[in-house]
């Protein structure tokens, strides 16, 4: 078992899990929420098991499994003045944005679906499946982890 689990959501038109597969490792850039950003910066950790989901397609869910290989570095995209994740107040010296760095782990043989989450009791608790939770960055507990594993 990894350190810590975690969910990472992604739209896969902007960036899939057969994305991350092609590129084996892939920074997680572009976040622009300080909550998530204080995840990837103060508690991300090499090797922490990451739950990769799919948002804003059908199905919605959890499409498979990555891990994180390194820990957070300031996020490339706040320098770049052409990327919409541009920061004026970043600078090298003061990064505002940190992202980690990905792996691929596997891909599900399925996607397990945000409805099968909401109607497994055992996930009754997990942010996600929350109202009002749309964070892209969320912890999972072991047992949502093993759960969810079991469920595939």
């Known amino acids: 078992m990894a ?7 992604s739209e ?3 960036f899939s899990i057969d994305d991350l597969k092609k590129q084996k490792t892939s920074l997680w850039d572009g976040v622009r ?3 998530a950003r204080n995840f990837m910066m103060n508690d991300m950790k090499k090797g922490d098991a990451i739950l990769f989901y799919h948002s804003r397609v059908d199905p919605i869910g959890i499409a498979g499994i990555a891990k994180v290989t390194k820990t957070a570095v300031p996020d490339p995209t706040q320098f770049n003045k052409k990327s919409k994740y541009f920061e004026k107040r970043a600078t090298k010296e003061k990064p505002v944005w940190y992202c980690v760095e990905v792996g691929f782990v596997r891909k599900f043989k399925r996607t397990i679906t945000l409805q099968e989450l909401k109607e497994n009791p055992k996930l009754s608790n997990m942010r996600v499946i929350q109202k009002g939770q749309r964070l892209s960055i969320q912890p999972v ?4 982890y ?7």
């Open 3 to 9: 350190k810590n689990t975690w969910l990472m959501k």
């Open 141 to 144: 507990t072991e047992s949502e």
């Open 12 to 14: 896969p038109d902007a």
């Open 33 to 35: 929420n300080y909550q």
């Open 146 to 152: 093993k759960t969810i594993l079991g469920m595939e």
